[in-house]
């Protein structure tokens, strides 16, 4: 079966601090896609990254970086130099590699940055 | 940009009354799904639809609900008895083989 675990329930911070989103899956597929989305308050849900079970490389889109280490089964993300307006609760994703993709998501960490 | 649209954006109603929640998906897209998410807890998902039939569907997705791809552009998700716990956000959504796109989700209050 598979699972996602995102330990922290809230994390505070101050605006311009870094802060880094824990996300730790588990699946016994080998081929398997690794999501990240925000839900600001508005309630939708915002794309923000995909990523393959075969492409561990790190990703950088702009102030935001997503480190992927399978011989930990964990898909962190880092939002460096936060800002205000990346208060939103954030959650993390599994689905299967297969047509049709059952996302399993995560428990969720919101994030309150404060001015 | 081709998104995923969901109608109404809010539905209020009575226990053990019907309700239809409408989804408009990208119109390319073959896989269709529907998730939940009661307040502020994590999204679940609930069902997918393929080839116009349910090819998944979780524990949650009971008797009192369905879904329906009525013609070529809506997918609806229909609970037949609402209970005051069916009270959550539903989001649509579709892909293709690479991306679920979802839509802006429902908000169905039960009172």
Known sequence: AQKVTQAQTEISVVEKEDVTLDCVYETRDTTYYLFWYKQPPSGELVFLIRRNSFDEQNEISGRYSWNFQKSTSSFNFTITASQVVDSAVYFCALSEARGFQKLVFGTGTRLLVSP | ?111
């Open chain 2, 1 to 111: 940009e081709p998104e995923v649209t969901q109608t109404p954006s809010h539905q209020v109603t009575q226990m053990g009354q019907e309700v239809i929640l409408r989804c408009v998906p990208i119109s390319n897209h073959l896989y269709f799904y529907w998730y939940r998410q009661i307040l502020g807890q994590k999204v679940e998902f609930l069902v997918s639809f393929y080839n116009n039939e349910i090819s998944e569907k979780s524990e949650i997705f009971d008797d009192q609900f369905s879904v329906e791809r009525p013609d070529g552009s809506n997918f609806t998700l229909k609970i037949r008895s609402t209970k005051l716990e069916d009270s959550a956000m539903y989001f649509c959504a579709s892909s293709d083989p690479d991306n679920p796109f979802f839509g802006p989700g429902t908000r169905l209050t039960v009172l």
